[in-house]
């Protein structure tokens, strides 16, 4: 999403990325009952975290459409996960799994390897998983009646 004019402070994606490399965490994604809360129209932004040490993917990335609170939303009706890997220097990126979708299909086009998923309603978080070795970046793109939403590139190193 576009806004015009000037923005003072921290941009939210800092933060979220900044804490995503500060301690190694586990995480518990909790489903939230669709009754619960109203889903907004338009969520704010996409927030991506890495669990694990020195940026491995072996405990996964966890992936959230959030509100201006960065608070996880629940999943619209609707929803496609596209999760963009991108080797560096001859990366590669092995034995994919999800937690929370259900595959919709992948490619490889050179350097990029697309993975797509169908995302269930209600749902607040995807946790996609891999072997990397070497260096690999990787996208987060929500797509739904809200729009298009991506996440800031994050950059892996396996072994």
Same mark, same amino acid.
Request: charged letters at 15%; a negative charge.
């Given at each position: 999403m576009t806004e015009q004019g000037t923005k003072s402070g921290i941009d939210r994606r800092t933060i979220v990325k900044g804490a995503a490399w500060a301690v190694p965490v586990v995480a518990a994604a909790?489903? !939230?009952?669709?009754?619960?809360?109203?889903?907004?129209?338009? =969520?704010?932004?996409?927030?991506?975290? %890495? #669990? &694990?040490?020195?940026?491995? +993917?072996?405990? &996964?990335?966890?992936?959230? +459409?959030?509100?201006?609170? #960065?608070? =996880?939303?629940? #999943? =619209?009706?609707?929803?496609?996960l596209t999760i963009t890997v991108t080797s560096v220097d001859g990366g590669t990126i092995t034995n994919p799994s !999800?937690?929370?979708?259900?595959?919709? &299909?992948?490619?490889?086009?050179?350097? !990029?390897?697309? #993975?797509?998923?169908? %995302?269930?309603? &209600?749902?607040?978080? %995807?946790?996609f998983k891999g072997d990397v070795t070497g260096t690999v970046i990787i996208q987060a793109t929500y797509t739904g009646p809200f729009g298009t939403l991506s996440s800031d590139p994050v950059t892996v190193t396996g072994a």
């Amino acid at each position: 999403m576009t806004e015009q004019g000037t923005k003072s402070g921290i941009d939210r994606r800092t933060i979220v990325k900044g804490a995503a490399w500060a301690v190694p965490v586990v995480a518990a994604a909790t489903a !939230v009952p669709m009754a619960s809360a109203s889903v907004p129209a338009d =969520p704010a932004d996409v927030a991506v975290t %890495v #669990f &694990g040490q020195s940026g491995q +993917l072996s405990r &996964g990335i966890e992936t959230h +459409l959030i509100d201006e609170n #960065f608070q =996880p939303v629940p #999943f =619209p009706e609707g929803t496609t996960l596209t999760i963009t890997v991108t080797s560096v220097d001859g990366g590669t990126i092995t034995n994919p799994s !999800v937690t929370g979708a259900t595959p919709n &299909g992948s490619s490889q086009d050179g350097d !990029v390897y697309t #993975f797509n998923y169908i %995302v269930p309603p &209600g749902e607040t978080s %995807v946790t996609f998983k891999g072997d990397v070795t070497g260096t690999v970046i990787i996208q987060a793109t929500y797509t739904g009646p809200f729009g298009t939403l991506s996440s800031d590139p994050v950059t892996v190193t396996g072994a």
